[in-house]
């Protein structure tokens, strides 16, 4: 098949907004490998790796998710939401007065469900991995609370007051990559950065 044939035939396909999804989750693996690094203390490949498995889990649930919900959306709004995902624009109708207010609270929204996804997708890579914490048996517990005890009586029990080092790591790393998204796709929508 010639070049141009092979074109044409995929200008029908949304390539720019594939691209530009690949390019985001390209800039979220990165950054949130960044923060898991220095907050985990792990090495270079195996953040990639995590980043890499915990962005690709959240990205392919959520395309899931949105293509299932999609079609449970009234036509006026479903023309919006498609031509924002596929071209990043909306049309003129109905909608477009309070889609600020929708955009804002589905962001919000998707923050806390990619963040329990990441979190959730990261405690089963380390089962897999057969790197878990230790299961929260009654024997665990009275383990860790004798050893809180002594670490108190010695005055070593600052800095670990009960937060998961995992969650917290999680949560910044997915606080920057979605501050990042967000500046990329203020820049484009603002600025036509990259032609839209």
Do not use: C
């Not at 005890?149 to 600052?158: D, F, P, S």
């Amino acid at each position: 098949m010639p070049t141009t044939n092979l074109l044409s035939e995929l200008g029908i396909m949304p390539l720019r907004a594939i691209a530009f999804q690949s390019l985001l989750l390209m800039m979220a693996i990165v950054l949130e490998a960044m923060v898991l690094r220095q907050q985990l203390r792990l090495g270079y490949r195996t953040s990639m790796q995590y980043s890499a498995t915990l962005n690709l889990l959240a990205t392919s649930l959520g395309w899931i998710v949105f293509l299932a919900l999609e079609a449970l959306l009234p036509l006026s709004l479903r023309s919006q939401v498609i031509s924002y995902v596929l071209f990043n624009r909306f049309y003129p109708n109905g909608w477009q007065d309070v889609l600020p207010v929708v955009v804002v609270v589905v962001a919000i929204a998707a923050f806390f469900a990619t963040y329990w996804i990441k979190l959730q997708g990261l405690i089963w890579l380390l089962r897999l991995l057969g790197q878990a914490p230790p299961e929260n048996t009654p024997e665990v517990i009275e383990s860790n609370r004798t050893q809180r005890y002594e670490r108190a009586r010695r005055a070593q029990i600052e800095g670990q007051r009960g937060h998961s080092p995992r969650a917290l790591a999680v949560l910044e790393a997915n606080a920057v990559s979605f501050t990042a998204i967000l500046v990329v796709l203020l820049l484009v929508t603002q600025i036509g950065v990259i032609g839209w």
